[in-house]
């Protein structure tokens, strides 16, 4: 009898990857939560406990501003009494007023909050991160590490150590680009961008902002360019205008969304600017050597603060060998963002140039845009990594198929794990280096109590900026205090008078009979009329109902006022910024329009047969 032929081996097919498992969100998500609490350690088990830095104790104040106004008293936080002797509070650039993430503050107390403010940037900046690599054809572990390399960078770092927690909003980033640039061909991915850009300017973005619109304008002649110079079928001449049409859309949907904050802030902006002159200069091996060396000391922009590692670094190198388009963009992007961070040093001039703009014009610390460049080169280095994994995947495939052939059996599972693991190494060994050193010099900063919450009844004091996070804790109002606008304080503002409230002129007494940040309630009793002074600043936004809001008289310059009638009268002095109701109208308004947009855009997609489906 015959033997029978030789079955034919099986086709050799690529081994599986790290990507099908990432692919899954919830496996994803998961992953994101574990390595932010990895990352951020003691911080997150000790939300107690901040930073040394003069901006954990000027952030914390003013987060435990709008915590206090939203949630003890039923107001938006339109006022802040508790620093300099009251200011605006919603119409301060650096306040996280309406920051959506203030939500965290109604399940849990505030510090508490906070710390998981943090973990919730940190995740949702590795998602993102994650997408914006997928979108330029990176994958498995590439991804991974790109994601981590960025939101694990030197720069994020540092935010630990000043306090300058709005920095956290780069975390963001990623999503506003992807957006960008998806929004070229489908422009509902601009709601994107647009929410994104919204959340880091509420967020108390002040100098986020700016800086990634920056970057948005480049990206955007980059890819006018490409498409004017370079067409393909993904980005035609005859579309050169697409871009602009993103970028303008973004521009108002972010307006639009962000009118409640943007006048505000615009018009005390106008009133009292924050200007910066002095000139910026970095050279290219400090800017270097801020993103790829290791981090040496803890000074504010020295060598490796902006760490995103030296794998990273040679990856990135290692796949523009690779000549493929996506990475060239990617090139493009971080030659821009390097020079941006160079200041007037750059060889492009773009940091004169881009301070030719207005709004733009008085951005400082060139150093920042190290940020962007770190992202770009984290994505390009992902890309170097997904090659070698794929490479890897049909190399062993290739043996196990020759294996098969010669009748040696080894186990599918075998090849499997030992792909994966070599492609794991590589990983960690490109990447793994940059979280890690950022990561230790994090459990290496000093930390002070933020103080227990002891509120009693509102008085002003002396106080001072060093502790700003004390203050409205304990409803205290701090004369002495630190912002870079600004704000107009009066001369005659005192600390620990007997009372907050007094008749400058005219006989009679004044009771307080309620008080809140942006309403106070008094009870007058004057024989002949007078003006009551309330020991507080004065500002446009007070508004006085059973009576008027008047000067202080002499040598009370500056303070709050208010003439009452003869008689007895029920004075409430409000604050309220004007127009703060047809704002959040329209405000609200367009983020409805935008959920039923994206609704729309994401319904399904039904086949159409004849009216039906058939098998």
């Not at 703009?357 to 770009?376: G, K, Q």
Request: glycine residues 10%; hydrophobic residues 50%; aromatic residues 12%.
């Amino acid at each position: 009898m015959a033997g029978s032929e030789p079955s034919a081996p099986p086709p050799v097919a690529p081994l599986p990857t790290i990507d099908a498992a990432l692919g899954r969100t919830p496996i994803r998500l998961a992953l994101w939560i574990l390595l932010a609490i990895w990352f951020m350690g003691t911080w997150l088990s000790e939300p107690y406990l901040i930073g040394r830095g003069q901006d954990w104790a000027y952030f914390v104040h003013h987060t435990t501003v709008a915590t206090r106004s939203w949630l003890e008293y039923g107001q938006m936080p339109m006022w802040n009494p508790w620093y300099c002797g009251g200011i605006p509070a919603l119409a301060n650039i650096q306040t996280d007023a309406l920051s959506p993430d203030l939500l965290l503050t109604l399940l849990f107390d505030q510090p508490v909050a906070s710390a998981l403010r943090i973990l919730l940037f940190i995740v949702l900046g590795l998602e993102g991160t994650w997408h914006f690599a997928r979108h330029h054809g990176v994958r498995g572990f590439g991804a991974l590490v790109a994601a981590a390399a960025f939101v694990f960078s030197g720069r994020f770092m540092m935010v630990f150590w000043d306090g300058h927690l709005p920095f956290l909003g780069f975390a963001l980033m990623p999503w506003v680009l992807l957006g960008l640039e998806r929004a070229y061909e489908r422009l509902s991915w601009g709601l994107v961008s647009a929410l994104g850009l919204t959340w880091i300017f509420f967020y108390g973005g002040a100098v986020a902002t700016p800086l990634i619109v920056t970057m948005m304008g480049f990206i955007v002649v980059r890819d006018v360019f490409e498409r004017l110079v370079w067409p393909s079928a993904l980005a035609p001449r005859r579309l050169w205008y697409r871009p602009l049409v993103a970028l303008g859309f973004i521009g108002v949907m972010t307006v639009l969304l962000s009118l409640p904050r943007l006048v505000p802030v615009f018009g005390t902006l106008i009133d009292y600017p924050r200007t910066w002159r002095e000139p910026e200069s970095l050279s290219l091996w400090h800017v270097g050597g801020m993103l790829f060396r290791p981090p040496r000391s803890w000074s504010y922009f020295d060598i490796g603060t902006s760490y995103v590692g030296i794998g990273v670094g040679i990856a990135f190198l290692s796949a523009l060998l690779l000549r493929e388009r996506a990475l060239m963009k990617l090139l493009v992007a971080a030659v821009v963002s390097f020079d941006l961070a160079m200041g007037e040093a750059g060889p492009l001039h773009l940091w004169k140039l881009m301070h030719a703009f207005p709004v733009v014009e008085d951005v400082r610390a060139a150093f920042r845009f190290t940020f962007m460049t770190a992202l770009f080169v984290a994505i390009g280095a992902g890309r170097a990594l997904w090659w070698l994994e794929t490479w890897i995947a049909a190399r062993g495939a290739r043996w196990w198929q020759a294996r098969h052939e010669r009748g040696r059996v080894v186990p599918r599972g075998v090849v499997v794990a030992a792909a994966l693991g070599a492609s794991a190494a590589a990983a960690l060994l490109v990447g793994g280096h940059g979280p890690l050193a950022t990561r230790s010099r994090i459990a290496e900063i000093p930390r002070l109590e933020i103080g227990r919450a002891a509120p009693g009844d509102f008085h002003q004091a002396r106080g001072t900026r060093w502790i700003a996070q004390v203050w409205p804790r304990v409803n205290v109002g701090s004369i002495a205090c630190f912002e870079e606008q600004h704000f107009p304080q009066s001369a005659a503002l005192r600390g620990d008078r007997k009372k907050e409230e007094w008749l400058a002129e005219g006989r009679g007494k004044v009771a307080r009979m309620g008080w809140s940040p942006n309403e106070i309630d008094l009870e007058v009793e004057t024989e002949a009329g007078g003006v009551v002074v309330v020991n507080q600043n004065t500002a446009r936004g007070w508004r006085a109902e059973g009576g008027q809001i008047t000067e202080a008289p002499a040598g009370l310059e500056g303070l709050l006022a208010a003439r009452v009638p003869a008689g007895r009268t029920m004075l409430r002095l409000t604050y309220e910024e004007p127009g703060i109701v047809p704002l959040l109208a329209v405000s609200w308004a367009t983020l409805l329009a935008m959920a039923g947009w994206a609704l729309w855009a994401l319904r399904p997609q039904r086949r159409r047969h004849g009216g039906a489906d058939h098998d």
